[in-house]
């Protein structure tokens, strides 16, 4: 069965440091990969996504995440956090159907 | 276009209450799921439809109904109301489930 582990409950970033937040997944066959990204009171919205192809994807908001099928991993980077960035960050995988992490929330030091 | 919307906002219930939980979207996506949200947890997918008049269940749908007679809208039925279905209930639409999913605003229920 497909199943997501978001390692990190909450991470503290300097504003302008880079960001990588972990996501590892356990799926049979080659897995769909999302990363969705909830404001505070917000629904979900989607940051990128990884079906097949080059394994670098580029997304939304000056975010990417490179899938590793090695390490069973989907990581999310940004190069320069901003301040509205702050949020929690979702990694998701499917294909029959969705299957969440626990999420990573972020949280941006001026 | 309004999106995925999602009705009431907040709702209080007793335990042994029912209730629906309204969704709606106006995309003509043919793909909608019913998902639920609780602290450390991340979101638990209840109910999903791949078109109208068919349905199939997810990670946790014990406790909850739906159905899908027409592609715009997706009902998710609590038939009688238990404290452990306190939780933020999240509707989503999307063209397939291989699809980005667009996702409603959210309902907070709370049982009593």
Redesign the interface.
């Known amino acids: 069965a497909q199943s997501v582990t978001q390692p990190d409950i909450h991470i503290t970033v300097s504003e302008g440091a880079s960001l990588e937040l972990r996501c590892n997944y356990s799926y049979g066959a080659t897995p769909y990969l999302f990363w969705y990204v909830q404001s505070p009171g917000q629904g979900l919205q989607l940051l990128l996504k990884y079906f097949s192809g080059d394994t670098l994807v580029q997304g939304i908001k000056g975010f990417e995440a490179e899938f590793k099928r090695s390490q069973s991993s989907f990581n999310l980077r940004k190069p320069s956090v901003h301040w509205s960035d702050a949020a929690e960050y979702f990694c998701a995988v499917g294909p029959k159907f969705l299957r969440f992490g626990a999420g990573t929330r972020l949280t941006v030091k001026p | 276009n309004a999106g995925?919307t999602q009705t009431p906002k907040f709702q209080v219930l007793k335990t042994g209450q029912s209730m629906t939980l309204q969704c709606a979207q106006d995309m003509n996506h043919e793909y909608m799921?019913w998902?639920r949200q609780d602290p450390?947890?991340?979101?638990?997918?209840i109910h999903?439809s791949v078109g109208a008049g068919i349905t199939d269940q997810?990670?946790v749908p014990n406790g909850y109904n739906v159905s899908r007679s027409t592609t715009e809208d997706f009902p998710l039925r609590l038939l009688s109301a238990a404290p452990s279905q306190t939780s933020v209930y999240?509707c989503?639409s999307s063209y397939s489930?291989?699809d980005?999913?667009f996702?409603?605003?959210?309902t907070r229920l709370t049982v009593l």
Request: no cysteine; glycine share 22%.
């Open positions: 995925v799921s998902y450390g947890m991340g979101l638990r997918l999903y997810g990670e999240f989503a489930r291989y980005e999913q996702f409603g605003p959210g």
